[in-house]
Nanobody, 125 residues
Framework: QVQPVESGGGLVQAGGSLRLSCTAS??????LAWFRQAPGKEREEVSC????????HYVDGVKGRFTISRDNAKNTLYLQMNNLKPEDTAMYYC????????????????????WGQGTQVTVSS
């Protein structure tokens, strides 16, 4: 299936951890990214991983806390989120992006897959 399917969200206390997963049949052909949208805010990039998996980038607010990884054999993208904060509360989405992207920056990603349903992450204080 081309539309990503996200999972792994939930309700956690501040300082807790979650691991998000996302699958789509075409993931092994693209760079991949996680996005999030908090209530009343625009959707933003959170992290991306290059096609080869050798390069990763993060938005400033999650550096040192989140880790993106991919398993091409399973066409699956992951986001390990540690030391979660209330400001991480959002709906999280994943997407394939242009294969050449996410080599030097997380900015300007061009999404190649439709949005999935997302997975809700709620962090209580």
């Amino acid at each position: 299936q081309v539309q990503p399917v996200e999972s792994g969200g939930g309700l956690v206390q501040a300082g807790g951890s979650l691991r998000l997963s996302c699958t789509a049949s075409i993931f092994d052909d693209y760079a991949l990214a996680w996005f999030r949208q908090a209530p009343g805010k625009e959707r933003e990039e959170v992290s991306c991983i290059s096609f080869s998996g050798s390069m990763t980038h993060y938005v400033d607010g999650v550096k040192g806390r989140f880790t993106i990884s991919r398993d091409n054999a399973k066409n699956t993208l992951y986001l390990q989120m540690n030391n979660l904060k209330p400001e991480d509360t959002a709906m999280y989405y994943c997407a394939a992006v242009t294969r050449s992207e996410c080599k030097t920056t997380i900015r300007g990603l061009h999404r190649m897959t439709p949005w999935g349903q997302g997975t809700q992450v709620t962090v209580s204080s």
